[in-house]
């Protein structure tokens, strides 16, 4: 069974800081790329940053860039989301994402092949 469970997220106030998880068990870990989206209650599903099966060229959404940032431990099959500076418009579910096998990791929630059931990420100002 494919699971993709995610932690790290609560309440916190605006510009604290928090670090998200995801523990993927997931076939070949280590040639996916993966990502983190977020949505909030209306919106759509948005996305938040990406990194490739290397751990190279992480791509971030532009009203992430700069405060975000995304890693990966491909030996601990995990993938990380260091959160700086939070805004109250940071909130919402985040959820951890795999994208198929060779896929090169993209900014289309329809691209990737598993997610995860979310933690939620609430900034207060």
């Known amino acids: 069974q494919v699971q993709l469970v995610e932690s790290g997220g609560g309440l916190v106030q605006a510009g604290d800081s928090l670090r998200l998880s995801c523990a993927a068990s997931?076939?070949?870990?280590?040639?996916?790329?993966m990502a983190w989206f977020r949505q909030t209650p209306g919106k759509e599903r948005e996305f938040v940053a990406a990194?490739?099966?290397?751990?190279?060229?992480?791509s971030y959404a532009d009203s992430v860039k700069g405060r975000f940032t995304i890693s990966r431990d491909n030996a601990k099959n995990t993938v990380a989301l260091q959160m700086n500076s939070l805004k109250p418009e940071d909130t919402a579910v985040y959820y951890c994402a795999a994208d198929r096998l060779g896929a090169s990791g993209s900014s289309t929630p329809g691209s990737y092949q598993y997610w995860g059931q979310g933690t939620q990420v609430t900034v207060s100002s």
């Open positions: 997931v076939r070949a870990f280590g040639s996916r790329a």
């Open positions: 990194i490739s099966w290397t751990g190279a060229s992480p």
